[in-house]
């Protein structure tokens, strides 16, 4: 219970930082609203032409007496929405991070030069489209895993009870481990941990990871709300990756009070 209690702190501790740092915050709002408008135009064609296409996958319906039907397709529509919503806060964040890999990448550069003892921060020291391909092609694996964990939720919320009560309890810590391992990955691939010790690594801590990334995610199914708290949850993320990997964090009151001199100095 402590990890949980300890992961929400970074949590926190991520939107506290860049409340600080206004120009870090400003400049991670823009592929947040990028990736929003992408996945509102998805999710609104979903909603227009999802009755089409469940009646479409379903004639075998067609001789129902009714009103078996119009509630049988009727319910898969509903289903398949809610799929969509939450196929979309699992990938909201891979995609949003690979859009936005220059700004994430330079704001958790910043927040562990911030809290790091000596005021310096770890680099990668690879070409950006090296880090942009890592990046795309460990999201896509992860992707994989998560798609397997949604059609097996999607696949026992027939089951009653269970279905409409513990499944939907599971599919929130999923989406917290799946949403966590995106946003550390920033600051853990710029260290050169590789996504097979990245997702050893959140597993050997899961509690933590589900206290960071199970607000989160619930956090994430409010409209909008995604895009104001990425910039805080990368750099949550970053703090939290300091704890897993044993690195020593300064309270940065010192570093951050020299770091805003340095931006208004002329």
Excluded: C, N
């Amino acid at each position: 219970m402590r990890d949980l209690g300890a992961g929400f702190k970074f949590l926190l501790e991520g939107q506290r930082w860049v409340a600080r740092h206004g120009k870090q915050y400003g400049f991670g709002l823009v592929p947040g609203l990028i990736t929003l408008v992408l996945y509102l135009g998805a999710l609104v064609a979903l909603a227009v032409w999802g009755a089409d296409f469940v009646a479409w996958s379903t004639p075998f319906a067609d001789d129902w007496s009714s009103p078996w039907p119009g509630l049988f397709r009727g319910f898969l529509t509903i289903v398949l929405f809610a799929l969509g919503l939450l196929l979309s806060v699992l990938t909201f964040t891979a995609v949003t991070l690979l859009i936005g890999q220059p700004f994430y990448e330079s704001l958790s550069e910043t927040v562990d030069r911030d809290v790091s003892p000596d005021g310096t921060a770890p680099e990668s020291r690879l070409p950006l489209w090296r880090e942009l391909w890592i990046s795309a092609r460990d999201s896509l694996r992860v992707l994989a895993r998560a798609l397997l964990w949604g059609v097996l939720l999607f696949a026992l919320g027939f089951v009653p009870f269970l279905g409409q009560t513990v499944v939907p309890v599971i599919g929130f810590f999923v989406t917290g481990f799946f949403l966590t391992e995106e946003l550390t990955s920033v600051a853990l691939q710029r260290r050169g941990v590789d996504l097979r010790a990245r997702l050893a690594l959140l597993r050997s801590r899961r509690t933590l990871v589900w206290g960071f990334g199970t607000p989160l995610g619930l956090a994430f199914l409010v409209p909008f709300v995604a895009v104001f708290l990425m910039p805080g949850a990368v750099a949550g993320a970053t703090l939290m990756a300091r704890e897993l990997l044993g690195e020593e964090t300064g309270d940065g009151e010192a570093v951050d009070g020299s770091r805003e001199e340095e931006t208004t100095r002329p």
